[in-house]
């Protein structure tokens, strides 16, 4: 199983980002995916997750800014971040979620730095 996060970079406050997460060798419409974050000094914590129904939740720090979104076909999972916050720093992390049969998986982390 390989979860290869990729888009983040350096962006201005206020500035937008889309993050994405293609996955493989893995039965990607039986995943809950979300994406997580960890901010220097800081535990990881939850952004944003998606069901396999295509139900969304948020971390209320980012509820209005970011969208999570799949694509099935493509088994990628995507962040769109919008009016971005130097707090919003951090490596971001991609997530699929455990089933009856395996484990939880992650991928590898793609920084993101919101600074002027």
């Known amino acids: 199983v390989q979860l290869q996060a990729s888009g983040g970079g350096l962006v201005q406050p206020g500035g937008s980002l889309r993050l994405s997460c293609a996955a493989s060798r893995i039965m990607f419409t039986t995943r809950n995916m979300g994406w997580y974050r960890q901010a220097p000094g800081k535990q990881r914590e939850l952004v944003a997750i998606?069901?396999?129904?295509?139900?969304?939740n948020y971390a209320d720090s980012v509820k209005g800014r970011f969208t999570i979104s799949r694509d099935n076909a493509k088994n990628t999972v995507y962040l769109q971040m919008n009016s971005l916050k130097s707090e919003d720093t951090g490596v971001y992390y991609c997530?699929?979620?455990?089933?009856?049969?395996?484990?939880?998986?992650w991928g590898q982390g793609t920084q993101l730095t919101v600074s002027s």
């Open positions: 998606i069901t396999t129904g295509g139900r969304t």
């Open positions: 997530n699929a979620g455990s089933t009856d049969w395996d484990r939880e998986y």
